[in-house]
């Protein structure tokens, strides 16, 4: 448990080995790097600072367990590195300014704030649900403030300007103090049970502290105890047997604690042993015998001789390794196993390293975020490997170099097959239970609760959330370049959705004198979500908008995100006029779900919601389609947006790259694949050189490093191959890289959309061919189709029954509903051949 941060200040010199045994501290990112580091640190950003992603990463891989970054950096930040290393750094009074984006980019927050109010932080962690709290404040800090603070989740950040090794003042409070706040006892002597540990954790014996012996051990730094019989107990003072003090930590009650300690002499045992629970054993006991052997092993025996002879050491490391690796059984690979263990031991202890040193350089190399690519040494390789998974963000090769993961078919087995045509899983539960609470919100409260939230999360302060048609014409102005490459994507879109629209109706007589007839009419009102906020999104608007005007629906309501000042984005706007919008809603998220499903006093409600969004909005709409309440239904499921490019030899590299980088910027889960038919090694190294340097070129280079560094290259030997494993993956996109690609457009079975031949890009689709760019998505190409005009229709069906048809039909439906047991059914129909 840490129960306070010190923050260190440049005059903490003297305080600073004390800290350190007590848990991590926090240094300013103006420290010198190169000054020594405790184990466990983080490191605070300045908010003047400007944001230089390798300062981030630098800290980040020299061993900072987080870093502490204003929002300016953080925004930056939440694409590359890993939630659980972000803290925002934000004072009090910014809270409004923290988007869901950041929010959920980060694992906790630092609030500065001028004093401590325990009332209004409790209330803040409730907006901040899951994340850490830290509270960072001028004020005087004190024993109950601290138990305070930690009593509603919070911990305190000190300054140590505040902190003294010295007796607590009004202005200071002494370190052991500050540690001790939260600390109670069950025991009637008052005592805290404490285990006493070796550095690598392995248990010595359970003695017991008391305030004063835990003071003196977080200062000193020897181990100190309270004897039951004797009073302080400061450890090898008579014997001999001293500890240094490692850490000392408190357990998740507050009721006892751990040391961990160097133990010098016999051992931590009145005994003479190293542990109270006897001898140590495996690893420790291996470390404590070459360390005995080193200092004192006799001449020719074979321990002293491989110290003695490097040569030799490393060759017998060398050849246990070897036979590791041929090892196959569980009992033969334990054997080799153990055998490496002890030569790599062996030298480890020559050179002065221990167990702990080897573990703290695996918990410093677990913190990098640069990673290379793994691959063996050509010395070690029998052939080439293909580069690795990258798995921490961002994923940096060792030359810098951005590639894709390579497959070959016919060298996988049907379950790698299986896990290449798998999507990351999405955990849509616990979306829901996040975003339940904003749409419960906005069902019950209204245009008031609508309100709240936009300003809470858009950070808009409105007064009305929805703009009802005539449009202001100052809203609506665009640049004239813009504008008319809008009308021509609407004229496009619009005449192939045009021709769509199911306008005839269906009459089949099924028998003589009965017909059956079916005919559309259009979904009445429908929501169109398109993301926004800062983004301008009027491809979006446009997808879903032209076939709704298309399909006649009589209210269309435009929902989107505003900008802080409460406007909508001139060219959203205009598109909105451009498909005849009923309305406007300036709100997102799930706010904006719940409105168009519920309505709300000035928001209509509507029939079925429209377009693609976050999380959030994918979960929100999941939610009210479930409810009966709401008599809603939705387009299609959502994932992360996903490309899959088939190519051959006559494909142009640059222009697959290309391909491949345009899905890959959407966002680091983007899922990309290359299928490769029989190319050569030359022509993959070629399409595998443009990725690289395309991806170089773009200013989102740091998301595409990571969605390329999880994508694929499947190599298959023909294209039937190839149109199988496309067909299995269901892609969002398909792009067709292929000589003679039209005829092979008859092998597709499932796609969102395809792109036929090198002159097809995916962006054409995105944004003005005509097609439309909401697709379905992790593989729902086999069950649904990319939205359309028919998407915006309903069918209805009809019949028209003669009386000379009912005398034929009329027995039929009487036999059949009397062998249902339904008479009043049978009845229907016999009361009127009857007449």
Same mark, same amino acid.
């Given at each position: 448990?840490?129960?306070?941060?010190?923050?260190?200040?440049?005059?903490?010199?003297?305080?600073?080995?004390?800290?350190?045994?007590?848990?991590?501290?926090?240094?300013?990112?103006?420290?010198?790097?190169?000054?020594?580091?405790?184990?466990?640190?983080?490191?605070?950003?300045?908010?003047?600072?400007?944001?230089?992603?390798?300062?981030?990463?630098?800290?980040?891989?020299?061993?900072?367990?987080?870093?502490?970054?204003?929002?300016?950096?953080?925004?930056?930040?939440?694409?590359?590195?890993?939630?659980?290393?972000?803290?925002?750094?934000?004072?009090?009074?910014?809270?409004?300014?923290?988007?869901?984006?950041?929010?959920?980019?980060?694992?906790?927050?630092?609030?500065?704030?001028?004093?401590?109010?325990?009332?209004?932080?409790?209330?803040?962690?409730?907006?901040?649900?899951?994340?850490?709290?830290?509270?960072?404040?001028?004020?005087?800090?004190?024993?109950?403030?601290?138990?305070?603070?930690?009593?509603?989740?919070?911990?305190?950040?000190?300054?140590?300007?505040?902190?003294?090794?010295?007796?607590?003042?009004?202005?200071?409070?002494?370190?052991?103090?500050?540690?001790?706040?939260?600390?109670?006892?069950?025991?009637?002597?008052?005592?805290?049970?404490?285990?006493?540990?070796?550095?690598?954790?392995?248990?010595?014996?359970?003695?017991?502290?008391?305030?004063?012996?835990?003071?003196?051990?977080?200062?000193?730094?020897?181990?100190?105890?309270?004897?039951?019989?004797?009073?302080?107990?400061?450890?090898?003072?008579?014997?001999?047997?001293?500890?240094?003090?490692?850490?000392?930590?408190?357990?998740?009650?507050?009721?006892?604690?751990?040391?961990?300690?160097?133990?010098?002499?016999?051992?931590?045992?009145?005994?003479?042993?190293?542990?109270?629970?006897?001898?140590?054993?495996?690893?420790?006991?291996?470390?404590?015998?070459?360390?005995?052997?080193?200092?004192?092993?006799?001449?020719?025996?074979?321990?002293?001789?491989?110290?003695?002879?490097?040569? &030799?050491?490393?060759?017998?490391?060398? +050849?246990?390794?070897?036979? =590791?690796? #041929?090892?196959?059984? /569980? *009992? %033969?690979?334990?054997?080799?196993?153990?055998?490496?263990?002890?030569?790599?031991?062996?030298?480890?202890?020559?050179?002065?390293?221990?167990?702990?040193?080897?573990?703290?350089?695996?918990?410093?190399?677990?913190?990098?975020?640069?990673?290379?690519?793994?691959?063996?040494?050509?010395?070690?390789?029998?052939?080439?490997?293909?580069?690795?998974?990258?798995?921490?963000?961002?994923?940096?090769?060792?030359?810098?170099?951005?590639?894709?993961?390579?497959?070959? &078919?016919?060298?996988?087995?049907?379950? +790698?097959?299986?896990?290449? =045509?798998? #999507?990351?899983?999405? /955990? *849509? %539960?616990?979306?829901?239970?996040?975003?339940?609470?904003?749409?419960?919100?906005?069902?019950?409260?209204?245009?008031?609760?609508?309100?709240?939230?936009?300003?809470?999360?858009?950070?808009?302060?409105?007064?009305?959330?929805?703009?009802?048609?005539?449009?202001?014409?100052?809203?609506?102005?665009?640049?004239?370049?813009?504008?008319?490459?809008?009308?021509?994507?609407?004229?496009?879109?619009?005449?192939?959705?045009?021709?769509?629209?199911?306008?005839?109706? &269906?009459?089949?007589?099924?028998?003589?004198?009965?017909?059956?007839?079916?005919?559309?009419?259009?979904?009445?009102?429908?929501?169109?979500?398109?993301?926004?906020?800062?983004?301008?999104?009027?491809?979006?608007?446009?997808?879903?908008?032209?076939?709704?005007?298309?399909?006649?629906?009589?209210?269309?309501?435009?929902?989107?995100?505003?900008?802080?000042?409460?406007?909508?984005?001139?060219?959203?706007?205009?598109?909105?006029?451009?498909?005849?919008?009923?309305?406007?809603?300036?709100?997102?998220?799930?706010?904006?779900?719940?409105?168009?499903?519920?309505?709300?006093?000035?928001?209509?409600?509507?029939?079925?919601?429209?377009?693609?969004?976050?999380?959030?909005?994918?979960?929100?709409?999941?939610?009210?389609?479930?409810?009966?309440?709401?008599?809603?239904?939705?387009?299609?499921?959502?994932?992360?947006?996903?490309?899959?490019?088939?190519?051959?030899?006559?494909?142009?590299?640059?222009?697959?790259?290309?391909?491949?980088?345009?899905?890959?910027?959407?966002?680091?889960?983007?899922?990309?694949?290359?299928?490769?038919?029989?190319?050569?090694?030359?022509?993959?190294?070629?399409?595998?050189?443009?990725?690289?340097?395309?991806?170089?070129?773009?200013?989102?280079?740091?998301?595409?490093?990571?969605?390329?560094?999880?994508?694929?290259?499947?190599?298959?030997?023909?294209?039937?191959?190839?149109?199988?494993?496309?067909?299995?993956?269901?892609?969002?996109?398909?792009?067709?890289?292929?000589?003679?690609?039209?005829?092979?457009?008859?092998?597709?079975?499932?796609?969102?959309?395809?792109?036929?031949?090198?002159?097809?890009?995916?962006?054409?689709?995105?944004?003005?061919?005509?097609?439309?760019?909401?697709?379905?998505?992790?593989?729902?190409?086999?069950?649904?189709?990319?939205?359309?005009?028919?998407?915006?229709?309903?069918?209805?069906?009809?019949?028209?029954?003669?009386?000379?048809?009912?005398?034929?039909?009329?027995?039929?439906?009487?036999?059949?509903?009397?062998?249902?047991?339904?008479?009043?059914?049978?009845?229907?129909?016999?009361?009127?051949?009857?007449?």
């Amino acid at each position: 448990m840490t129960v306070f941060l010190p923050l260190v200040e440049e005059a903490a010199n003297g305080l600073l080995d004390a800290l350190t045994r007590i848990g991590p501290v926090v240094f300013s990112s103006s420290r010198d790097p190169q000054l020594p580091l405790p184990s466990e640190f983080f490191v605070l950003v300045d908010q003047a600072s400007p944001f230089v992603l390798d300062d981030a990463i630098s800290w980040l891989d020299i061993g900072a367990l987080k870093l502490i970054v204003p929002l300016s950096w953080a925004k930056e930040l939440i694409q590359v590195i890993s939630p659980d290393r972000l803290l925002l750094l934000l004072d009090v009074a910014n809270i409004s300014a923290v988007s869901d984006t950041v929010r959920n980019g980060v694992s906790g927050v630092l609030l500065k704030t001028p004093a401590v109010d325990l009332d209004l932080i409790a209330s803040i962690s409730k907006f901040f649900t899951g994340s850490a709290i830290h509270v960072l404040s001028t004020a005087s800090i004190t024993s109950s403030l601290i138990r305070g603070l930690l009593g509603i989740g919070a911990t305190p950040v000190l300054p140590t300007s505040q902190l003294t090794l010295s007796a607590t003042t009004e202005s200071q409070i002494n370190i052991a103090d500050a540690f001790l706040a939260p600390i109670v006892s069950d025991r009637k002597d008052g005592l805290f049970p404490t285990v006493v540990s070796s550095e690598t954790g392995h248990s010595l014996g359970l003695v017991y502290s008391s305030v004063e012996s835990i003071r003196e051990s977080i200062i000193t730094g020897k181990g100190v105890y309270q004897s039951r019989k004797h009073g302080l107990w400061r450890k090898g003072e008579t014997s001999g047997a001293t500890q240094d003090v490692v850490s000392i930590r408190l357990d998740c009650d507050s009721d006892s604690l751990e040391f961990r300690v160097v133990q010098h002499g016999a051992g931590f045992c009145h005994l003479n042993r190293h542990s109270c629970f006897g001898e140590s054993s495996g690893l420790p006991a291996l470390e404590n015998t070459l360390r005995s052997r080193f200092e004192s092993a006799p001449e020719g025996s074979y321990t002293k001789r491989l110290f003695n002879d490097p040569e &030799l050491l490393g060759s017998k490391i060398m +050849e246990e390794a070897d036979e =590791l690796c #041929r090892a196959e059984t /569980k *009992s %033969d690979v334990a054997f080799e196993a153990a055998d490496l263990f002890y030569f790599a031991l062996t030298k480890c202890i020559a050179a002065g390293v221990g167990i702990t040193d080897i573990e703290a350089s695996l918990d410093k190399k677990a913190r990098r975020v640069t990673r290379r690519a793994g691959n063996a040494k050509p010395q070690w390789s029998s052939k080439p490997s293909a580069p690795e998974p990258q798995p921490v963000a961002p994923a940096v090769e060792e030359d810098g170099a951005i590639r894709l993961r390579m497959f070959d &078919l016919a060298d996988v087995s049907p379950s +790698e097959r299986t896990a290449l =045509l798998r #999507r990351p899983v999405l /955990k *849509s %539960d616990e979306m829901i239970n996040r975003v339940r609470p904003i749409v419960d919100q906005v069902r019950t409260g209204g245009d008031a609760a609508l309100l709240a939230l936009t300003a809470k999360f858009d950070k808009a302060e409105l007064t009305c959330t929805v703009v009802l048609p005539p449009f202001a014409a100052d809203s609506m102005v665009v640049d004239p370049e813009v504008g008319a490459a809008i009308r021509t994507a609407y004229a496009n879109i619009k005449k192939f959705h045009e021709a769509q629209a199911d306008t005839a109706v &269906l009459r089949v007589e099924t028998m003589p004198g009965v017909v059956c007839s079916r005919f559309a009419r259009p979904i009445a009102r429908v929501g169109l979500y398109v993301p926004g906020g800062t983004a301008i999104l009027p491809s979006t608007a446009l997808m879903l908008g032209i076939p709704a005007q298309v399909a006649g629906c009589h209210e269309i309501v435009l929902a989107t995100p505003p900008r802080p000042d409460g406007s909508i984005s001139p060219e959203v706007m205009y598109v909105a006029h451009l498909v005849g919008a009923s309305a406007v809603l300036k709100a997102g998220g799930a706010q904006a779900v719940a409105a168009l499903a519920y309505g709300t006093q000035t928001v209509p409600k509507v029939d079925k919601i429209f377009g693609p969004g976050n999380q959030w909005v994918t979960a929100a709409k999941m939610l009210v389609q479930n409810d009966t309440d709401a008599l809603v239904s939705i387009d299609m499921p959502a994932g992360p947006s996903e490309v899959l490019v088939i190519a051959d030899h006559t494909a142009n590299p640059a222009f697959v790259a290309a391909d491949l980088l345009s899905q890959a910027e959407h966002g680091v889960d983007s899922q990309v694949v290359l299928v490769a038919v029989s190319l050569d090694s030359t022509k993959l190294a070629e399409i595998e050189k443009e990725v690289d340097v395309q991806a170089h070129a773009l200013s989102r280079v740091d998301i595409v490093r990571q969605s390329i560094g999880k994508s694929i290259i499947v190599k298959c030997g023909s294209i039937s191959e190839a149109l199988a494993f496309s067909n299995d993956y269901a892609p969002e996109h398909l792009i067709l890289h292929l000589e003679k690609a039209s005829d092979v457009v008859a092998l597709v079975q499932n796609a969102g959309s395809v792109f036929v031949g090198p002159y097809s890009p995916e962006s054409c689709g995105d944004y003005a061919s005509g097609t439309n760019h909401t697709l379905p998505t992790n593989g729902y190409a086999r069950q649904f189709s990319g939205v359309n005009t028919l998407s915006f229709q309903k069918h209805i069906t009809s019949q028209e029954v003669t009386a000379e048809g009912l005398q034929t039909l009329g027995p039929v439906v009487a036999t059949l509903a009397d062998c249902e047991g339904l008479q009043a059914h049978a009845n229907a129909v016999r009361i009127r051949l009857r007449n």
